[in-house]
């Protein structure tokens, strides 16, 4: 006989999203665009979590409101939590401890794993939304090496400003033409580089531009929620 288990709201959906509060368009390969993803999630909108409050001022005073939403998400039925945010690295070791389930909260956290795989005479480069606000305390909260090459799309013309302005509206070929200019001026800068982490989860969408145009693996939060749950939930074989 077969016994089914309760003790949540919602089955079936492993991994809960605390999500940033935003207006700016979540096309499909964003985290926050539900089509994005192969497995059903469940979504928290964390409320004063604005782009500017979370990448430009650290998520100041916002701690405790992820930890309520994480709670909620858990309650709900997630086995795991994740953010949209890759500077919310800041909040893994107090999320992890608050929390009670695994907590992955930020895809830099990919960096030394995938440093792993390149051989000798080879690093990764990180590419975010913000370089100029993108600090050590963020990149060793992820386990990231302080001198790892980072570069950023802060001087572009629609990426960053869309984004990090909370823009209605987004132009997404310039938006691509961004990141493959900023991936370019990163390689030039670093000859070094084997593989690209990128920091911003609104970056999903570009990946394989910036894989064809730079000729390396590039690994986004998508590689790493997808590895997220596949933890959770292993595939069952037999």
């Not at 006989?1 to 959906?13: D, F, L, R």
């Not at 926050?32 to 604005?50: M, R």
């Not at 400003?161 to 991936?183: F, W, Y």
């Amino acid at each position: 006989m077969v016994k089914a288990k309760g003790g949540k709201n919602v089955y079936g959906a492993a991994v809960g999203i605390l999500m940033l509060e935003s207006q700016f368009p979540r096309i499909p390969g964003d985290v926050g665009h539900a089509g994005t993803w192969p497995f059903p999630v469940l979504y928290k909108v964390v409320n004063g979590a604005s782009p500017d409050r979370v990448v430009n001022r650290n998520a100041e005073g916002l701690l405790d409101e992820f930890v309520r939403a994480a709670r909620e998400l858990v309650a709900t039925g997630a086995d795991g939590i994740t953010t949209n945010c890759g500077f919310l690295s800041l909040f893994q070791a107090e999320l992890s401890e608050a929390i009670g389930v695994p907590v992955a909260a930020s895809g830099l956290m990919q960096v030394p794993w995938v440093q792993a795989l390149l051989g000798p005479g080879k690093r990764v480069g990180v590419l975010s939304v913000s370089k100029s606000t993108l600090t050590a305390d963020h990149l060793a909260a992820a386990g990231v090496g302080i001198d790892t090459p980072v570069g950023g799309t802060d001087g572009g013309r629609e990426f960053s400003r869309a984004i990090l302005g909370n823009e209605l509206e987004l132009d997404v070929d310039l938006a691509r033409a961004d990141l493959v200019e900023a991936g370019e001026r990163l390689l030039a800068d670093h000859p070094d580089i084997g593989a690209l982490v990128l920091e911003c989860t609104n970056m999903v969408p570009y990946s394989a531009d910036l894989a064809e145009a730079l000729g390396i693996p590039v690994y986004d939060f998508y590689s790493f929620v997808t590895w997220f749950q596949a933890g959770l939930c292993p595939r069952r074989f037999v």
